[in-house]
């Protein structure tokens, strides 16, 4: 069935140091992969995504990748800073199933 | 524009009790989903919603029903509450391969 896995479960950097988050899916017809950061007791909210025909997306301190052949998408974060402190998930859209399947989430903590 | 919004925030049921968590959303998206989130946990999908009068479950549909009769109203229904379902609930919407909104959650409390 469709699965993502995602890698770290938890991952505690220094303030100013990368982070980087790792998603591999099952769904070879997975084509829009977002990500979601959620802040504590706070709802998911959309980060950053990106679509197969692409292999990379940056957003200020945030950038996406993605290797279709090896099923493969990151996030990576630069220059941490405290309020990057949160939970992130990947996810990958079912193309056959009409919905999210996310992965389980990575907490990052930034020491400041 | 309100986006999605879940009543109530919180509630409190006893075992066996039964209530409905209400989601509306007003940015007039075919597709709603009920998630859960169990504390320090993930989300699993529980039913989702691709159009009016079609509803498909999720990974943990067990002691849940939904309905959706208009494209704006999802509601969740819990039947016979037990303490597994401690949990908060989230319903989100979106428009299939995008970005989904996820409204603020209700937190329920089963004892």
């Known amino acids: 069935g469709e699965n993502v896995e995602q890698h770290p479960s938890t991952l505690s950097v220094q303030e100013g140091d990368s982070a980087v988050i790792k998603c591999t899916y099952s769904d070879s017809a997975s084509n829009y992969f977002p990500w979601y950061k959620q802040e504590l007791g706070k709802r998911p909210q959309l980060i950053i995504d990106i679509r197969s025909n692409v292999g990379e997306k940056k957003d200020q301190r945030i950038a996406v990748t993605l290797n279709k052949t090896a099923k493969h998408f990151s996030l990576h974060i630069t220059e941490t800073q405290p309020e990057d402190s949160a939970v992130y998930f990947c996810?990958?859209?079912?193309?056959?199933?009409?919905?999210?399947?996310f992965g389980s989430g990575t907490r990052l903590l930034v020491r400041p | 524009n309100a986006g999605v919004t879940q009543t109530p925030k919180f509630r409190i049921l006893k075992i066996g009790q039964s209530m409905t968590l209400q989601c509306t959303q007003d940015m007039n998206h075919n597709y709603m989903y009920w998630y859960r989130q169990d504390p320090g946990m993930g989300l699993k999908l529980i039913y989702y919603?691709?159009?009016?009068?079609?509803?498909d479950k999720g990974e943990v549909p067990n002691g849940y029903n939904v309905s959706r009769s208009t494209t704006e109203d999802f509601p969740l229904r819990l039947e016979l509450a037990a303490p597994s379902q401690t949990s908060v609930y989230f319903c989100a919407t979106g428009l299939g391969e995008y970005e989904q909104y996820f409204g603020p959650g209700t937190r329920l409390t089963v004892t």
């Open positions: 996810a990958a859209w079912g193309d056959s199933s009409y919905k999210l399947i």
């Open positions: 919603s691709v159009g009016a009068g079609i509803t």
